[in-house]
């Protein structure tokens, strides 16, 4: 062979080395795509590399054909930004390690890190059985990272000079600008709003209404600290933290905001009940002054459990499921007390139905009294020994209840007993001084009252005295009614009129043949 051939042998062969060495370099050992565990450990691993295997990181990644190497590295930075800025750690213990995964949801090849944290970030097992980052989350990668970072921020890191990116304590000192920068802005956020509350909402409620402006003005401090953290919260990304930091301090953020929203809410809470309990005061039942505090707890009780699920679903429990498990804990706390459920059903049904009021004479379930409470699970009647009763609500709403309270008028029956010897002219003029005595009185029903010479008693005549009085409650009945038979005593004195007492003649019966005339008295006596 001449020295021209063998030259020409060993440039192809040196070619052919070359090319096998780059078709190497390009694709990935077998084992970096088996699973979707394995995918997601090449993908972020080989980033956190101080030289960056490129090939075998965007090898991961379901590329389209036709895009450039640069291209293909901006795309797998930008992803494993957006995983770091929003803190998303990749527990790798929790990603399946199977070749044969399956979605139990879809029965397909396709697993979700974090399905409801960032849901279009997704690996998919291809034709050649290997686990890569899908295409549809290569193509979102652009736009996940438009919304993960501010174009502000990402254009001030272009121009930023060298010396920002000196390290101090783990961070570089552009960092800690930034996040100077960032409490900053929180705070002119929140000094911003304030004035705003103060100088204007304020100012405007209290010349158009009669009760908004203290709320508001109440309301003004948690809604400047929830901006404040707000601001806070959605530009943190921009400051680059690592995934662990971004983690924990979403973590806390996340707490914060819910807290602070909590607060907010029961001050929205309380001057909505506010105002309901002004419009309580101006009706004349008095149940619905206990329909405001049962809101106001129920309110706060369910702002409350939204927080919590909003906290979780940041977290990435799903809240269809943590839904879904309160109603089956809810089903099983209802199988367990039945009784308190339906007292406390009962009890809307009494704010519902309001068969009674605060301070009505009733008579429920067999106790009389007067109603001092109506609670969640009971009602409380005070009775006239001065005893306490604890109905409970489910009784209360499947009982009879009479409702001495309510009455428009108050009755009272008498039968007045005059002697048998009474002038009858004087009977009727005392019959028309009481029908007279009652249509003279503010307090009595003058439409209809009954007074008649009614019967002949064993001991006497018979007078009824049927009429009405008008009063509120059983005090004023009381003292009208001692009114009025005071007056009636006057009218009978006044007219000659004797009333009857019970009376009985003894008639003694002696044998025929002993005279009509009692024994002598014995002598000496």
């Known amino acids: 062979m001449s ?19 780059a078709a190497h370099a390009q694709t990935p050992a077998a084992e970096d ?3 979707p565990r394995t995918t997601l450990d090449t993908f972020l691993g080989g980033q956190l590399q ?3 295997p490129w090939d075998r990181v965007t090898a991961t990644l379901d590329f389209e054909a036709g895009v450039s190497p640069d291209e293909q590295r901006l795309t797998a930075g930008q992803l494993k930004s957006v995983l770091d800025g929003r803190g998303l750690f990749v527990r790798m213990n929790g990603v399946p390690a199977d070749p044969d995964y399956l979605d139990p949801d879809s029965r397909q090849a396709v697993f979700a890190p974090f399905p409801i944290r960032l849901p279009a970030f997704e690996l998919r097992r291809g034709d050649d059985l290997g686990w890569r980052i899908s295409a549809s989350t290569v193509r979102a990668t652009e736009s996940l990272y438009d919304e993960t970072f501010s174009w502000y921020a990402r254009r001030l890191l272009d121009v930023l000079p060298p010396a920002v990116e000196r390290s101090f304590l783990g961070f570089t ?11 900053g802005l929180a705070w002119l956020a929140q000094w911003l709003l304030r004035i705003f509350f103060h100088g204007f909402l304020v100012r405007f409620a209290r010349r158009h209404t009669d009760w908004a402006g203290p709320e508001l ?6 809604a400047s600290w929830l901006v404040s953290f707000w601001v806070f919260h959605r530009f943190l990304a921009d400051l680059r933290f690592p995934v662990l930091v971004n983690q924990v301090l979403n973590v806390l953020l996340d707490v914060v905001l819910a807290g602070i929203t909590i607060w907010l809410a029961f001050r929205a809470i309380e001057a909505v009940c506010s105002k309901l309990e002004m419009i309580a005061a101006r009706t004349e039942t008095s149940v619905d002054d206990h329909l405001v505090p049962l809101a106001r707890t129920a309110l706060r009780v369910g702002s409350v459990i939204v927080a919590f699920l909003l906290i979780a679903q940041s977290q990435g429990y799903s809240i269809t499921t943590l839904i879904a498990g309160l109603g089956l804990g809810g089903l099983a706390i209802a199988l367990a007390a039945q009784e308190t459920l339906a007292n406390v059903l009962g009890s809307l049904a009494i704010v519902g139905d309001r068969p009674f009021q605060v301070g009505d004479w009733v008579l429920v379930d067999g106790h009389e009294g007067t109603v001092e ?28 209840v009479d409702n001495m309270g309510q009455r428009k008028f108050r009755r009272m029956k008498h039968m007045l007993a005059l002697r048998y010897d009474t002038d009858p002219d004087r009977i009727q003029a005392f019959v028309d001084g009481i029908r007279g005595l009652i249509l003279k009185n503010p307090a009595m029903r003058h439409d209809y009252f009954e007074i008649h010479l009614n019967r ?9 005295v049927y009429c009405f009085f008008r009063v509120p409650n059983w005090h004023e009945e009381l003292t009208e009614r001692h009114n009025f038979l005071l007056s009636i005593l006057r009218l009978a004195k006044e007219i000659g009129v004797d009333f009857a007492f019970p009376t009985r003649t003894l008639a003694l019966e002696h044998p025929p043949g002993d005279g009509d005339s009692f024994p ?3 002598p000496g006596r």
């Open 3 to 21: 020295d021209q051939a063998r030259m020409t042998f060993r440039l192809a062969l040196a070619a052919l080395f070359a090319l096998g060495a």
């Open 217 to 222: 003005e109440s309301a003004a401090l948690p």
């Open 173 to 183: 000192l552009w960092q800690f600008i930034g996040l100077a920068i960032l409490a």
């Open 456 to 464: 002949f008693a064993d001991s006497s005549v018979d007078v009824l």
């Open 50 to 52: 101080p030289d960056v």
């Open 373 to 400: 409470r109506v609670g969640l699970r009971s009602t409380r009647v005070r009775t006239f020994y001065d005893s306490v009763v604890s109905v409970p609500n489910s009784k209360v709403a499947n009982s009879v």
């Open 520 to 522: 002598a008295e014995p």
């Open 33 to 35: 795509l088996r699973s």
